[in-house]
Protein backbone atom coordinates (compact mmCIF):
# COMPACT_ATOMS: atom_id res chain seq x y z
CA UNK A 1 0.00 0.00 0.00
CA UNK A 2 1.12 3.45 -0.65
CA UNK A 3 -0.28 6.52 0.95
CA UNK A 4 0.59 9.87 -0.58
CA UNK A 5 0.66 13.23 1.13
CA UNK A 6 0.98 16.11 0.10
CA UNK A 7 4.84 16.15 1.40
CA UNK A 8 6.19 13.02 0.02
CA UNK A 9 5.58 9.75 -0.81
CA UNK A 10 5.88 7.07 1.93
CA UNK A 11 5.98 3.44 1.37
CA UNK A 12 2.57 0.88 2.97
CA UNK A 13 5.35 -1.42 3.27
CA UNK A 14 7.93 -1.70 6.11
CA UNK A 15 10.92 -2.15 3.55
CA UNK A 16 12.95 -4.32 6.90
CA UNK A 17 12.61 -7.40 4.81
CA UNK A 18 14.74 -5.69 1.86
CA UNK A 19 17.38 -3.56 4.15
CA UNK A 20 17.89 -6.38 6.76
CA UNK A 21 18.88 -8.71 3.88
CA UNK A 22 21.56 -11.29 5.43
CA UNK A 23 25.01 -11.13 3.87
CA UNK A 24 27.99 -13.41 4.36
CA UNK A 25 31.48 -11.93 3.45
CA UNK A 26 34.95 -14.47 2.65
CA UNK A 27 37.66 -13.04 3.61
CA UNK A 28 39.04 -10.87 5.68
CA UNK A 29 41.94 -9.08 4.17
CA UNK A 30 41.67 -5.17 4.55
CA UNK A 31 39.11 -5.25 1.43
CA UNK A 32 37.05 -7.91 3.15
CA UNK A 33 36.70 -6.06 6.51
CA UNK A 34 36.10 -2.93 4.70
CA UNK A 35 33.21 -4.84 2.85
CA UNK A 36 31.85 -6.61 5.81
CA UNK A 37 31.99 -3.09 7.95
CA UNK A 38 29.82 -0.96 4.94
CA UNK A 39 27.17 -4.24 5.18
CA UNK A 40 26.72 -4.34 8.62
CA UNK A 41 26.73 -0.05 9.09
CA UNK A 42 23.76 -0.54 6.26
CA UNK A 43 21.54 -2.90 8.04
CA UNK A 44 22.43 -6.00 7.02
CA UNK A 45 23.11 -9.20 9.43
CA UNK A 46 26.74 -9.98 8.83
CA UNK A 47 28.20 -13.30 8.52
CA UNK A 48 31.63 -13.54 7.96
CA UNK A 49 34.51 -16.06 7.69
CA UNK A 50 38.38 -15.95 6.85
CA UNK A 51 40.52 -19.05 6.16
CA UNK A 52 43.16 -16.94 9.04
CA UNK A 53 40.41 -17.33 11.41
CA UNK A 54 40.43 -13.51 12.29
CA UNK A 55 38.07 -11.78 13.96
CA UNK A 56 35.05 -10.22 11.60
CA UNK A 57 34.68 -6.22 12.20
CA UNK A 58 32.65 -5.86 15.13
CA UNK A 59 28.75 -6.25 14.95
CA UNK A 60 29.76 -9.47 12.53
CA UNK A 61 28.82 -13.04 13.17
CA UNK A 62 32.11 -15.52 12.46
CA UNK A 63 31.57 -18.47 10.96
CA UNK A 64 33.50 -21.73 12.16
CA UNK A 65 33.17 -22.54 8.39
CA UNK A 66 33.00 -21.63 5.01
CA UNK A 67 30.30 -23.88 4.20
CA UNK A 68 28.84 -22.38 7.40
CA UNK A 69 29.24 -18.91 6.12
CA UNK A 70 27.96 -19.73 2.74
CA UNK A 71 24.64 -21.08 4.29
CA UNK A 72 24.23 -18.14 6.29
CA UNK A 73 22.49 -15.95 3.95
CA UNK A 74 21.45 -15.96 0.16
CA UNK A 75 23.75 -13.17 -0.84
CA UNK A 76 27.84 -14.59 -0.49
CA UNK A 77 30.47 -12.19 -1.20
CA UNK A 78 33.73 -13.06 -1.65
CA UNK A 79 36.74 -11.04 -1.30
CA UNK A 80 40.31 -13.21 -1.15
CA UNK A 81 43.42 -13.24 -2.64
CA UNK A 82 43.26 -15.01 -5.74
CA UNK A 83 41.15 -16.62 -7.76
CA UNK A 84 42.51 -20.25 -6.57
CA UNK A 85 41.35 -19.52 -3.21
CA UNK A 86 37.52 -18.16 -4.32
CA UNK A 87 36.97 -22.03 -5.58
CA UNK A 88 38.42 -23.56 -2.70
CA UNK A 89 35.87 -21.53 -0.41
CA UNK A 90 33.14 -21.84 -2.81
CA UNK A 91 33.77 -25.77 -2.74
CA UNK A 92 30.36 -26.62 -1.93
CA UNK A 93 26.57 -26.67 -2.66
CA UNK A 94 25.53 -23.47 -3.92
CA UNK A 95 21.76 -23.45 -5.29
CA UNK A 96 19.83 -20.36 -3.87
CA UNK A 97 22.97 -18.33 -3.75
CA UNK A 98 24.31 -15.25 -5.38
CA UNK A 99 27.83 -15.46 -5.29
CA UNK A 100 28.88 -11.94 -5.75
CA UNK A 101 33.19 -12.22 -6.33
CA UNK A 102 35.10 -9.17 -5.61
CA UNK A 103 38.41 -11.01 -6.00
CA UNK A 104 40.73 -9.08 -8.00
CA UNK A 105 41.40 -11.50 -11.31
CA UNK A 106 41.21 -11.01 -15.14
CA UNK A 107 38.17 -11.72 -17.02
CA UNK A 108 39.10 -15.37 -18.17
CA UNK A 109 39.04 -16.15 -14.58
CA UNK A 110 36.18 -14.25 -13.67
CA UNK A 111 34.03 -16.79 -16.97
CA UNK A 112 35.20 -19.82 -15.32
CA UNK A 113 34.26 -18.99 -12.07
CA UNK A 114 31.13 -18.11 -13.17
CA UNK A 115 30.66 -21.29 -14.68
CA UNK A 116 31.13 -23.16 -12.15
CA UNK A 117 29.03 -21.48 -9.87
CA UNK A 118 26.47 -22.20 -11.75
CA UNK A 119 27.14 -25.57 -12.31
CA UNK A 120 26.52 -25.90 -8.49
CA UNK A 121 23.41 -23.90 -8.81
CA UNK A 122 24.43 -20.76 -7.86
CA UNK A 123 24.31 -17.29 -9.80
CA UNK A 124 27.07 -15.36 -10.23
CA UNK A 125 27.92 -11.96 -10.23
CA UNK A 126 31.25 -10.35 -10.82
CA UNK A 127 32.91 -7.23 -9.21
CA UNK A 128 35.21 -4.74 -9.66
CA UNK A 129 36.09 -2.40 -7.05
CA UNK A 130 37.12 1.00 -7.89
CA UNK A 131 38.30 2.58 -4.91
CA UNK A 132 40.59 1.04 -2.09
CA UNK A 133 39.13 0.06 1.12
CA UNK A 134 39.00 2.92 3.11
CA UNK A 135 36.76 4.55 0.64
CA UNK A 136 34.40 1.51 0.43
CA UNK A 137 30.81 2.73 1.28
CA UNK A 138 31.32 6.12 0.77
CA UNK A 139 29.78 8.43 -1.43
CA UNK A 140 32.69 8.34 -4.15
CA UNK A 141 32.89 4.67 -4.06
CA UNK A 142 31.77 2.69 -7.51
CA UNK A 143 31.48 -0.73 -7.70
CA UNK A 144 31.45 -2.79 -10.92
CA UNK A 145 29.28 -5.71 -11.78
CA UNK A 146 28.48 -7.93 -14.78
CA UNK A 147 27.26 -11.75 -14.87
CA UNK A 148 23.80 -12.42 -13.43
CA UNK A 149 20.90 -9.86 -14.69
CA UNK A 150 18.79 -11.82 -11.90
CA UNK A 151 20.87 -11.93 -9.13
CA UNK A 152 21.72 -7.84 -9.79
CA UNK A 153 18.29 -7.12 -9.98
CA UNK A 154 17.64 -9.18 -6.61
CA UNK A 155 20.32 -7.60 -4.88
CA UNK A 156 21.51 -3.99 -6.43
CA UNK A 157 19.89 -2.15 -3.50
CA UNK A 158 22.13 -4.41 -0.77
CA UNK A 159 25.15 -3.79 -2.71
CA UNK A 160 24.62 0.06 -2.73
CA UNK A 161 25.79 -0.75 0.79
CA UNK A 162 29.43 -0.90 -0.91
CA UNK A 163 28.93 2.46 -3.28
CA UNK A 164 27.35 3.31 -6.74
CA UNK A 165 26.58 0.02 -8.55
CA UNK A 166 26.79 -0.36 -12.09
CA UNK A 167 25.90 -3.02 -13.99
CA UNK A 168 27.62 -4.22 -17.29
CA UNK A 169 26.35 -6.73 -19.20
CA UNK A 170 25.84 -10.60 -18.69
CA UNK A 171 29.20 -11.76 -19.79
CA UNK A 172 31.32 -12.39 -16.39
CA UNK A 173 34.11 -11.02 -17.49
CA UNK A 174 32.79 -7.36 -18.40
CA UNK A 175 33.32 -5.67 -14.64
CA UNK A 176 37.07 -7.60 -14.70
CA UNK A 177 38.12 -6.06 -18.08
CA UNK A 178 36.47 -2.74 -17.05
CA UNK A 179 38.42 -2.63 -13.73
CA UNK A 180 41.91 -3.57 -15.44
CA UNK A 181 41.14 -1.09 -17.95
CA UNK A 182 40.27 2.07 -15.53
CA UNK A 183 42.96 1.22 -12.91
CA UNK A 184 45.48 1.28 -15.75
CA UNK A 185 44.59 4.58 -16.54
CA UNK A 186 44.59 5.88 -12.82
CA UNK A 187 48.00 3.85 -12.91
CA UNK A 188 49.16 5.69 -16.00
CA UNK A 189 47.95 9.22 -14.32
CA UNK A 190 49.04 8.96 -10.94
CA UNK A 191 52.68 7.44 -11.96
CA UNK A 192 51.96 10.67 -14.67
CA UNK A 193 52.05 13.04 -11.68
CA UNK A 194 54.61 11.57 -9.49
CA UNK A 195 56.94 11.96 -12.60
CA UNK A 196 55.54 15.67 -12.51
CA UNK A 197 56.20 16.09 -9.23
CA UNK A 198 59.89 14.55 -9.82
CA UNK A 199 60.67 16.82 -12.48
CA UNK A 200 59.54 20.21 -10.74
CA UNK A 201 60.60 18.86 -7.14
CA UNK A 202 64.37 19.52 -8.91
CA UNK A 203 63.63 22.90 -9.01
CA UNK A 204 62.54 23.21 -5.81
CA UNK A 205 58.15 23.45 -6.70
CA UNK A 206 56.45 21.65 -4.26
CA UNK A 207 53.99 19.22 -5.42
CA UNK A 208 51.49 21.08 -3.42
CA UNK A 209 52.03 23.99 -5.34
CA UNK A 210 52.14 22.16 -8.57
CA UNK A 211 48.75 20.73 -7.71
CA UNK A 212 46.56 22.98 -8.89
CA UNK A 213 47.78 23.32 -12.44
CA UNK A 214 48.02 19.13 -12.71
CA UNK A 215 44.52 18.81 -11.37
CA UNK A 216 43.46 21.65 -14.08
CA UNK A 217 45.18 19.84 -16.45
CA UNK A 218 43.48 16.60 -15.74
CA UNK A 219 40.31 18.32 -16.18
CA UNK A 220 41.58 19.38 -19.78
CA UNK A 221 42.79 15.90 -20.58
CA UNK A 222 39.64 14.18 -19.54
CA UNK A 223 37.41 16.66 -21.51
CA UNK A 224 39.26 15.92 -24.61
CA UNK A 225 38.48 12.35 -24.56
CA UNK A 226 34.92 12.55 -25.77
CA UNK A 227 36.95 13.79 -29.23
CA UNK A 228 39.66 10.90 -28.46
CA UNK A 229 37.08 8.00 -27.98
CA UNK A 230 35.50 8.99 -31.31
CA UNK A 231 38.43 9.28 -33.34
CA UNK A 232 39.25 5.53 -31.97
CA UNK A 233 35.82 4.44 -32.88
CA UNK A 234 35.64 5.44 -36.07
CA UNK A 235 39.28 4.93 -36.84
CA UNK A 236 39.71 8.83 -38.19
CA UNK A 237 42.50 9.78 -36.57
CA UNK A 238 42.18 13.35 -38.24
CA UNK A 239 41.07 16.94 -36.64
CA UNK A 240 41.70 20.27 -35.54
CA UNK A 241 44.45 19.24 -32.83
CA UNK A 242 48.11 18.81 -33.20
CA UNK A 243 49.84 16.86 -35.75
CA UNK A 244 52.03 13.96 -34.24
CA UNK A 245 54.93 15.54 -36.10
CA UNK A 246 54.99 18.61 -33.75
CA UNK A 247 54.04 16.65 -30.94
CA UNK A 248 57.12 13.98 -31.85
CA UNK A 249 59.42 17.78 -31.38
CA UNK A 250 57.64 18.56 -28.03
CA UNK A 251 57.53 15.06 -26.29
CA UNK A 252 61.53 15.34 -27.55
CA UNK A 253 62.09 18.17 -25.15
CA UNK A 254 59.90 16.77 -22.36
CA UNK A 255 62.16 13.70 -22.39
CA UNK A 256 65.25 16.14 -22.38
CA UNK A 257 64.06 18.27 -18.96
CA UNK A 258 63.58 14.83 -17.21
CA UNK A 259 67.21 13.23 -18.55
CA UNK A 260 69.28 16.55 -17.34
CA UNK A 261 67.36 16.17 -13.89
CA UNK A 262 68.51 12.75 -13.68
CA UNK A 263 64.49 12.03 -13.38
CA UNK A 264 62.83 8.38 -14.37
CA UNK A 265 61.65 9.23 -18.13
CA UNK A 266 60.15 5.63 -18.85
CA UNK A 267 56.59 7.02 -19.85
CA UNK A 268 57.83 9.73 -21.84
CA UNK A 269 60.01 7.69 -23.93
CA UNK A 270 57.62 5.49 -24.54
CA UNK A 271 55.13 8.59 -25.79
CA UNK A 272 57.80 9.13 -27.82
CA UNK A 273 58.39 6.07 -28.71
CA UNK A 274 54.99 5.70 -30.14
CA UNK A 275 55.05 8.97 -32.20
CA UNK A 276 58.22 8.13 -33.82
CA UNK A 277 57.03 5.05 -35.16
CA UNK A 278 53.52 6.46 -36.22
CA UNK A 279 55.66 9.11 -37.96
CA UNK A 280 57.51 6.35 -39.70
CA UNK A 281 54.56 4.72 -40.33
CA UNK A 282 53.35 7.92 -42.19
CA UNK A 283 50.54 8.93 -39.76
CA UNK A 284 52.63 12.49 -39.04
CA UNK A 285 49.58 14.73 -39.48
CA UNK A 286 47.19 12.48 -37.75
CA UNK A 287 46.20 13.16 -34.35
CA UNK A 288 47.64 11.73 -30.98
CA UNK A 289 44.87 9.05 -31.27
CA UNK A 290 46.54 7.68 -33.90
CA UNK A 291 49.02 5.69 -31.61
CA UNK A 292 46.25 3.39 -30.71
CA UNK A 293 47.26 1.25 -33.39
CA UNK A 294 50.57 0.83 -32.44
CA UNK A 295 49.09 -0.17 -28.76
CA UNK A 296 47.16 -2.60 -30.42
CA UNK A 297 49.56 -4.17 -32.12
CA UNK A 298 52.66 -3.56 -30.57
CA UNK B 1 35.19 59.00 -14.40
CA UNK B 2 33.35 56.26 -13.06
CA UNK B 3 29.86 56.28 -12.86
CA UNK B 4 27.39 54.60 -10.79
CA UNK B 5 24.33 53.65 -11.63
CA UNK B 6 21.51 51.75 -9.50
CA UNK B 7 21.87 49.21 -11.94
CA UNK B 8 25.38 48.39 -12.70
CA UNK B 9 29.13 50.79 -12.93
CA UNK B 10 29.93 52.22 -15.89
CA UNK B 11 33.91 53.04 -16.57
CA UNK B 12 33.80 56.71 -18.07
CA UNK B 13 37.07 55.82 -19.70
CA UNK B 14 37.42 54.63 -22.72
CA UNK B 15 39.15 52.08 -22.79
CA UNK B 16 40.51 51.42 -26.14
CA UNK B 17 44.56 53.02 -25.02
CA UNK B 18 44.52 49.67 -23.45
CA UNK B 19 42.57 47.27 -25.51
CA UNK B 20 44.07 48.21 -28.91
CA UNK B 21 47.48 47.85 -28.10
CA UNK B 22 49.69 47.06 -30.97
CA UNK B 23 51.36 43.30 -30.72
CA UNK B 24 53.80 41.32 -33.00
CA UNK B 25 53.54 37.90 -33.70
CA UNK B 26 57.09 36.55 -35.07
CA UNK B 27 56.10 33.00 -36.44
CA UNK B 28 52.98 31.64 -38.30
CA UNK B 29 53.14 28.08 -37.95
CA UNK B 30 49.62 26.52 -36.10
CA UNK B 31 50.36 27.86 -33.20
CA UNK B 32 51.83 31.06 -34.23
CA UNK B 33 48.65 31.71 -36.56
CA UNK B 34 46.14 30.97 -33.80
CA UNK B 35 48.17 33.34 -31.48
CA UNK B 36 48.10 36.07 -34.08
CA UNK B 37 44.51 35.71 -34.83
CA UNK B 38 43.14 35.46 -31.26
CA UNK B 39 44.98 38.83 -30.85
CA UNK B 40 43.49 40.40 -33.56
CA UNK B 41 40.34 39.13 -32.85
CA UNK B 42 40.61 40.78 -29.24
CA UNK B 43 41.14 43.82 -31.11
CA UNK B 44 44.92 44.83 -31.14
CA UNK B 45 46.40 45.62 -34.17
CA UNK B 46 48.68 42.59 -34.79
CA UNK B 47 51.86 42.80 -37.05
CA UNK B 48 52.59 38.84 -37.96
CA UNK B 49 56.40 38.08 -39.91
CA UNK B 50 57.31 34.56 -40.76
CA UNK B 51 60.62 33.32 -42.48
CA UNK B 52 58.61 31.44 -45.12
CA UNK B 53 56.50 34.50 -46.02
CA UNK B 54 53.12 32.81 -45.65
CA UNK B 55 50.65 35.73 -45.16
CA UNK B 56 48.79 36.23 -41.73
CA UNK B 57 46.11 35.51 -40.71
CA UNK B 58 43.03 38.09 -42.21
CA UNK B 59 43.78 41.98 -40.43
CA UNK B 60 46.90 41.38 -40.03
CA UNK B 61 50.09 43.19 -41.27
CA UNK B 62 52.76 40.97 -43.10
CA UNK B 63 56.32 42.65 -42.43
CA UNK B 64 58.76 42.47 -44.95
CA UNK B 65 61.79 41.50 -42.02
CA UNK B 66 61.40 40.13 -38.68
CA UNK B 67 63.15 43.81 -37.28
CA UNK B 68 60.49 45.48 -39.03
CA UNK B 69 58.03 43.62 -37.47
CA UNK B 70 58.94 43.71 -33.95
CA UNK B 71 60.03 47.13 -34.51
CA UNK B 72 56.02 47.96 -35.17
CA UNK B 73 54.44 46.85 -31.39
CA UNK B 74 55.97 47.25 -27.59
CA UNK B 75 54.84 43.27 -27.41
CA UNK B 76 56.58 40.89 -29.29
CA UNK B 77 54.80 36.88 -29.61
CA UNK B 78 57.27 34.60 -30.34
CA UNK B 79 56.27 31.15 -31.56
CA UNK B 80 58.69 29.22 -34.43
CA UNK B 81 60.14 25.84 -34.34
CA UNK B 82 63.05 26.30 -31.32
CA UNK B 83 65.23 28.37 -29.76
CA UNK B 84 67.82 28.98 -32.49
CA UNK B 85 65.13 29.94 -34.44
CA UNK B 86 63.75 32.64 -31.60
CA UNK B 87 67.78 33.76 -31.72
CA UNK B 88 67.65 34.37 -35.05
CA UNK B 89 64.51 36.21 -35.42
CA UNK B 90 65.54 38.46 -32.04
CA UNK B 91 68.60 39.47 -33.69
CA UNK B 92 68.37 42.81 -33.19
CA UNK B 93 68.15 45.91 -30.96
CA UNK B 94 65.43 45.22 -28.33
CA UNK B 95 64.76 48.10 -26.03
CA UNK B 96 61.40 49.26 -24.34
CA UNK B 97 60.26 45.86 -25.89
CA UNK B 98 58.59 43.22 -23.99
CA UNK B 99 59.27 39.75 -25.56
CA UNK B 100 56.95 37.04 -24.44
CA UNK B 101 58.53 33.68 -26.01
CA UNK B 102 55.66 31.03 -26.50
CA UNK B 103 58.16 28.65 -28.28
CA UNK B 104 58.17 24.99 -26.70
CA UNK B 105 61.90 24.66 -25.18
CA UNK B 106 63.65 23.79 -21.86
CA UNK B 107 63.51 26.04 -18.59
CA UNK B 108 67.77 25.98 -19.42
CA UNK B 109 66.99 27.33 -22.56
CA UNK B 110 64.42 29.62 -21.65
CA UNK B 111 67.05 31.06 -19.39
CA UNK B 112 69.26 31.51 -21.51
CA UNK B 113 67.23 33.30 -24.07
CA UNK B 114 65.94 35.50 -21.34
CA UNK B 115 69.78 36.86 -20.55
CA UNK B 116 69.97 37.32 -24.32
CA UNK B 117 67.09 39.47 -24.44
CA UNK B 118 67.71 41.40 -21.31
CA UNK B 119 71.38 42.21 -22.96
CA UNK B 120 69.41 43.86 -25.97
CA UNK B 121 67.55 46.06 -23.65
CA UNK B 122 64.37 44.51 -23.89
CA UNK B 123 61.76 42.52 -21.13
CA UNK B 124 61.44 38.85 -21.51
CA UNK B 125 58.84 36.49 -20.38
CA UNK B 126 58.61 32.71 -21.02
CA UNK B 127 54.91 31.43 -22.13
CA UNK B 128 53.99 27.88 -21.78
CA UNK B 129 51.06 26.87 -24.02
CA UNK B 130 48.54 24.09 -22.20
CA UNK B 131 46.30 23.73 -25.24
CA UNK B 132 46.75 23.03 -29.11
CA UNK B 133 45.89 25.72 -31.65
CA UNK B 134 42.15 25.72 -32.07
CA UNK B 135 41.62 26.15 -28.59
CA UNK B 136 43.68 29.32 -27.95
CA UNK B 137 41.83 32.75 -26.95
CA UNK B 138 38.62 29.69 -26.08
CA UNK B 139 37.76 30.14 -22.35
CA UNK B 140 39.54 26.58 -21.44
CA UNK B 141 43.00 28.05 -22.36
CA UNK B 142 45.57 28.68 -20.12
CA UNK B 143 48.94 30.18 -20.63
CA UNK B 144 51.68 30.08 -18.00
CA UNK B 145 53.95 32.65 -17.73
CA UNK B 146 57.23 33.29 -15.70
CA UNK B 147 60.16 36.06 -16.31
CA UNK B 148 59.53 39.51 -15.65
CA UNK B 149 57.40 40.88 -13.35
CA UNK B 150 56.76 44.16 -14.89
CA UNK B 151 56.34 42.39 -18.29
CA UNK B 152 53.49 40.64 -17.25
CA UNK B 153 52.11 43.09 -14.98
CA UNK B 154 51.95 45.83 -18.20
CA UNK B 155 50.54 43.18 -20.41
CA UNK B 156 48.71 40.85 -18.51
CA UNK B 157 45.62 42.59 -20.16
CA UNK B 158 46.60 42.02 -23.75
CA UNK B 159 47.51 38.34 -22.88
CA UNK B 160 44.43 36.79 -21.99
CA UNK B 161 43.77 37.62 -25.45
CA UNK B 162 45.47 34.18 -25.80
CA UNK B 163 43.92 32.67 -22.54
CA UNK B 164 43.65 32.53 -18.73
CA UNK B 165 46.65 34.30 -18.45
CA UNK B 166 48.85 32.83 -14.88
CA UNK B 167 52.34 34.13 -13.57
CA UNK B 168 54.39 31.56 -12.20
CA UNK B 169 57.47 33.96 -10.87
CA UNK B 170 60.69 35.98 -11.72
CA UNK B 171 62.94 32.90 -12.46
CA UNK B 172 62.45 32.55 -16.72
CA UNK B 173 62.53 28.96 -16.89
CA UNK B 174 59.12 28.10 -14.46
CA UNK B 175 56.81 28.52 -17.58
CA UNK B 176 58.90 25.84 -19.46
CA UNK B 177 59.34 23.64 -16.53
CA UNK B 178 55.75 23.62 -14.91
CA UNK B 179 54.62 22.98 -18.91
CA UNK B 180 56.83 20.28 -19.19
CA UNK B 181 55.75 18.40 -16.30
CA UNK B 182 52.13 19.17 -17.29
CA UNK B 183 52.18 18.23 -20.49
CA UNK B 184 53.99 14.85 -18.91
CA UNK B 185 50.80 14.05 -17.10
CA UNK B 186 48.52 14.61 -20.07
CA UNK B 187 50.38 12.42 -22.18
CA UNK B 188 50.48 9.36 -19.41
CA UNK B 189 47.29 9.85 -18.76
CA UNK B 190 45.77 9.94 -22.75
CA UNK B 191 48.12 7.23 -23.59
CA UNK B 192 46.87 5.67 -20.37
CA UNK B 193 43.26 5.99 -21.77
CA UNK B 194 44.06 4.73 -25.35
CA UNK B 195 46.08 1.65 -23.53
CA UNK B 196 42.42 1.30 -22.26
CA UNK B 197 40.87 1.68 -25.05
CA UNK B 198 42.72 -1.18 -26.85
CA UNK B 199 41.76 -3.49 -23.75
CA UNK B 200 38.03 -3.10 -24.07
CA UNK B 201 38.31 -2.83 -27.33
CA UNK B 202 39.03 -6.20 -27.63
CA UNK B 203 35.93 -7.44 -26.19
CA UNK B 204 34.08 -5.32 -28.44
CA UNK B 205 33.51 -2.25 -25.97
CA UNK B 206 33.73 0.80 -27.82
CA UNK B 207 35.71 3.67 -26.56
CA UNK B 208 32.50 5.84 -26.63
CA UNK B 209 31.15 3.07 -24.69
CA UNK B 210 33.55 2.95 -21.89
CA UNK B 211 34.61 7.20 -21.51
CA UNK B 212 32.20 7.74 -18.75
CA UNK B 213 33.42 4.78 -16.65
CA UNK B 214 37.10 6.46 -17.51
CA UNK B 215 36.34 9.82 -16.84
CA UNK B 216 34.86 9.37 -13.72
CA UNK B 217 37.76 7.28 -12.84
CA UNK B 218 39.76 10.61 -13.54
CA UNK B 219 37.75 13.02 -11.73
CA UNK B 220 38.19 10.16 -8.37
CA UNK B 221 42.20 9.86 -9.27
CA UNK B 222 42.30 13.88 -9.52
CA UNK B 223 41.01 14.05 -6.21
CA UNK B 224 42.99 11.40 -4.73
CA UNK B 225 45.89 13.85 -5.83
CA UNK B 226 46.08 16.14 -2.79
CA UNK B 227 46.95 13.27 -0.34
CA UNK B 228 49.25 12.32 -2.74
CA UNK B 229 50.90 15.61 -3.44
CA UNK B 230 50.74 15.61 0.95
CA UNK B 231 52.58 12.47 0.91
CA UNK B 232 55.56 13.90 -1.56
CA UNK B 233 55.90 16.88 0.07
CA UNK B 234 56.36 15.08 3.51
CA UNK B 235 58.28 12.48 2.58
CA UNK B 236 55.61 10.07 4.89
CA UNK B 237 53.93 7.36 2.41
CA UNK B 238 51.76 5.83 4.47
CA UNK B 239 48.13 6.11 5.03
CA UNK B 240 44.73 4.38 5.30
CA UNK B 241 44.72 3.61 1.10
CA UNK B 242 46.14 0.20 -0.60
CA UNK B 243 49.70 -1.33 0.36
CA UNK B 244 52.27 -1.60 -2.43
CA UNK B 245 52.16 -5.37 -2.31
CA UNK B 246 48.52 -5.52 -2.04
CA UNK B 247 48.61 -2.95 -5.47
CA UNK B 248 51.59 -5.35 -6.84
CA UNK B 249 49.43 -8.26 -7.09
CA UNK B 250 46.77 -6.26 -8.97
CA UNK B 251 49.32 -4.75 -11.67
CA UNK B 252 50.14 -8.25 -12.34
CA UNK B 253 46.61 -8.88 -13.10
CA UNK B 254 46.42 -5.94 -15.37
CA UNK B 255 49.88 -6.96 -17.19
CA UNK B 256 48.53 -10.51 -17.96
CA UNK B 257 44.93 -8.92 -18.56
CA UNK B 258 46.66 -6.81 -21.53
CA UNK B 259 49.25 -9.31 -22.62
CA UNK B 260 46.74 -12.15 -23.19
CA UNK B 261 44.88 -10.00 -25.31
CA UNK B 262 48.20 -8.90 -27.49
CA UNK B 263 48.37 -4.82 -26.87
CA UNK B 264 50.84 -2.63 -25.47
CA UNK B 265 51.67 -2.99 -21.86
CA UNK B 266 54.48 -1.13 -21.56
CA UNK B 267 53.33 1.74 -19.18
CA UNK B 268 51.95 -1.22 -16.81
CA UNK B 269 54.99 -3.24 -17.07
CA UNK B 270 56.62 -0.31 -15.94
CA UNK B 271 54.29 0.32 -12.70
CA UNK B 272 55.21 -3.10 -11.73
CA UNK B 273 58.64 -2.66 -11.98
CA UNK B 274 58.11 0.24 -9.61
CA UNK B 275 56.39 -1.80 -7.46
CA UNK B 276 58.78 -4.64 -7.52
CA UNK B 277 61.47 -2.94 -6.72
CA UNK B 278 59.71 -0.39 -4.12
CA UNK B 279 58.76 -3.46 -2.08
CA UNK B 280 62.50 -5.45 -2.57
CA UNK B 281 63.37 -2.29 -0.78
CA UNK B 282 61.21 -3.04 2.23
CA UNK B 283 58.07 -0.46 1.23
CA UNK B 284 55.62 -3.04 1.19
CA UNK B 285 53.24 -1.38 3.36
CA UNK B 286 53.76 2.48 2.11
CA UNK B 287 51.09 3.96 0.02
CA UNK B 288 51.60 4.08 -3.66
CA UNK B 289 53.30 7.54 -3.84
CA UNK B 290 56.30 6.02 -2.64
CA UNK B 291 57.86 5.26 -6.19
CA UNK B 292 58.72 8.77 -6.70
CA UNK B 293 61.72 8.21 -5.06
CA UNK B 294 62.32 5.31 -7.39
CA UNK B 295 61.28 8.54 -10.08
CA UNK B 296 63.38 10.78 -8.69
CA UNK B 297 66.44 7.99 -8.44
CA UNK B 298 66.20 5.84 -11.48
Known amino acids: MVRVTSERVISGRVPT??????????????????????????????????????????????????????????????CVLDYQAVDAVLAGELT????VNLTTGTPEQARVLAARVVERGGEY??????????????????????????????????????????YLGADPGLAALYDAALLGIAYSTVTGFLQAAALVGREEVSAARFLPYAREVLATTSASLTAVARRVDSGEHTGLDARLDVRLSAVEHLVHAGQVRGIDTTILEHVRALLAQAVADGHGAADYSAVIELLREP
Chains 1, 2 share one sequence.
Open 17 to 78: GRTKQPVTVLGLGSMGTALAAAFRRAGHPTTTWTRSHRRGPAGTADAATAAAAVAASPLVAV
Open 125 to 166: LDGGILVTPPAIGSPTATVLYSGSPDAFQANDRVLTALGAAR
Open 96 to 99: GKAV
